[in-house]
């Protein structure tokens, strides 16, 4: 079933709200999943992946840019998935290390081998330096070339 479910988190400035909506693609439409306890603050231009049953939601934009991280546990998602309520699911927030990325929105970001990749968006600092989080450690490097 979870080759069927598509989550997303956030939008477009115009439709912001910190609620995690769900569609599959043998139905039309999407659902709003109610996730309880602590929530990320409402944002859009961010990105997500997903790795081993979690989805990671990191940096975007609201009022400013942020540089915060979160953890959403997708296993009680996919097993409820006819349901609106998700009454396990919960949001962490992680406490990354290292060399990580400041306020940023618009980046790209993928998952290979264990590590998300981070790469080019609109940051507080001028600089566009590739950054990799290691999922199991929370640490972030700065890619050299």
Known sequence: MADQITESFGGDLAFIKPDLIKGTKFYRGWNELKVTGKLPDRRSYHVSCVHEGYMYA????????????WRLELQNIIEGSNTNSVADAQWELLDTKGDKPGQISH??????DGK??????????????????????????????
């Open 116 to 145: 998300i990749y981070s790469f080019g968006g609109i940051a507080s600092t001028s600089d566009s330096n590739f950054f990799v989080l290691d999922i199991a450690s929370l640490k972030w490097n700065i890619l050299q070339s």
């Open 107 to 112: 980046n790209t970001a993928f998952v290979n």
């Open 58 to 69: 990191f940096g975007g934009l609201d009022a400013g840019a942020m540089n915060n991280f």
